[in-house]
T-cell receptor, first 112, second 117 residues
Framework: NAGVTQTPKFRVLKTGQSMTLLCAQDMNHEYMYWYRQDPGMGLRLIHYSVGEGTTAKGEVPDGYNVSRLKKQNFLLGLESAAPSQTSVYFC???????????FGAGSRLTVL | AQKITQTQPGMFVQEKEAVTLDCTYDTSDQSYGLFWYKQPSSGEMIFLIYQGSYDEQNATEGRYSLNFQKARKSANLVISASQLGDSAMYFCAMREAPGYNNNDMRFGAGTRLTVKP
């Protein structure tokens, strides 16, 4: 049982480049989330999805786009990376009616 | 807007002793859920304990207990009999109106706990 899997685990980008982070869960969870973690700031919600084909903005959505074409996958895209997007990104999911989030292992992104 | 405050950037505790990690929160909702997560140096987020705002008893999970003081809006994590493996970052989090379609879980800045042998 893999749980929540994030790829890639590490990535270095140059300013202006684009990339996509993939989150996959095999638990049939309805809800999926993307957070970023920065030193001294905890985790902040970027975007989330309550089901296939639906997405919504969180606390810090600017500069990111997401898609949920399949229930098990939640993609986070950066169209034009900026150094301020250097962070560790976490994907999480939960089943409807549950309170607890299950997190992926994180993806460390560095933008030069 | 909800807000979570963890005032202790770092804490030290001697092995086998108990330690309390502070968390205060700000919300105008009556229904909310409080969470603690552990993040070891390997980076994953591990759920520890949950407390609902209407729960009358403080939550406990093994060596973890949540000291919930609703009037003071505090949700401190107590770890009893600390072990070396407890050394990690600990995050307090809250989501208003859990069970409904509120998906905005807010996290505090975290407390780094170091257990000394």
């Amino acid at each position: 049982n893999a749980g929540v899997t994030q790829t890639p685990k590490f990535r270095v980008l140059k300013t202006g480049q684009s990339m996509t982070l993939l989150c996959a869960q095999d638990m049939n969870h309805e809800y999926m989330y993307w957070y970023r973690q920065d030193p001294g700031m905890g985790l902040r919600l970027i975007h989330y999805s309550v089901g296939e084909g639906t997405t919504a903005k969180g606390e810090v959505p600017d500069g990111y786009n997401v898609s949920r074409l399949k229930k098990q996958n939640f993609l986070l895209g950066l169209e034009s990376a900026a150094p301020s997007q250097t962070s560790v990104y976490f994907c999480a999911s939960r089943i409807s009616g549950a309170n607890v989030l299950t997190f992926g292992a994180g993806s460390r992104l560095t933008v030069l | 807007a909800q807000k979570i405050t963890q005032t202790q950037p770092g804490m030290f505790v001697q092995e086998k002793e108990a330690v309390t990690l502070d968390c205060t929160y700000d919300t105008s909702d009556q229904s909310y859920g409080l969470f603690w997560y552990k993040q070891p140096s390997s980076g994953e987020m591990i759920f520890l304990i949950y407390q609902g705002s209407y729960d009358e008893q403080n939550a406990t999970e093994g060596r973890y207990s949540l000291n919930f003081q609703k009037a003071r809006k505090s949700a401190n994590l107590v770890i009893s009999a600390s072990q070396l493996g407890d050394s990690a970052m600990y995050f307090c989090a809250m989501r208003e109106a859990p069970g409904y379609n509120n998906n905005d879980m807010r996290f505090g800045a975290g407390t780094r706990l170091t257990v000394k042998p």
